[in-house]
């Protein structure tokens, strides 16, 4: 299935007002609450809606440091990433791994509630991941522009 504009309107509006009312949203896109209703039901069985979600404030839930992992493994061999991602999957404090091309093989995303925290977090987990050569740590100083909406 392809998107059309008014699909797209409606994935714009859903992405930063997720909790909106059927009606306003019908009336955000200019569509009959029955119409957009269907649409929005299409997006969600086609895939494009994965889910909904509640964004929490990293403050309020006492882990406000975000820090960037980089990790370059012994190989890059099949089982030597599957374990690898296995693994990180069920670390808690990590939000995101991404397998990258550069210089490292993936860049994880972690919240702490300081260095502290990193500390225990780096301990507990990071150290223990299979087939790690090499681990080098950023702190995020500020973040200066953060969203989860994707260009529609």
Do not use: W
């Amino acid at each position: 299935m392809s998107l059309d504009q008014t699909d797209r309107r409606l994935l714009t509006v859903l992405q930063r007002r997720g909790r909106i009312s059927n009606a306003d949203l019908a009336e955000e896109v200019n569509l009959s609450a029955s119409a957009c209703h269907r649409r929005v039901q299409r997006l969600e069985t086609d895939g494009y809606i994965k889910g909904y979600v509640a964004l929490l404030d990293a403050r309020k839930m006492n882990v406000p440091a975000t820090i960037f992992v980089e990790i370059t493994l012994t190989t890059q061999a099949d089982d030597v990433l599957e374990a690898f991602e296995k693994a990180v999957a069920r670390i808690p404090d990590v939000l995101e791994c991404h397998l990258t091309a550069g210089n490292a093989d993936y860049i994880l995303k972690v919240v702490a509630e300081d260095t502290e925290d990193f500390a225990r977090i780096h301990r507990q987990y990071l150290t223990r991941l299979p087939g790690v050569a090499k681990m080098q740590s950023s702190f995020a100083l500020r973040t200066v522009f953060k969203t989860t909406a994707l260009p529609v």
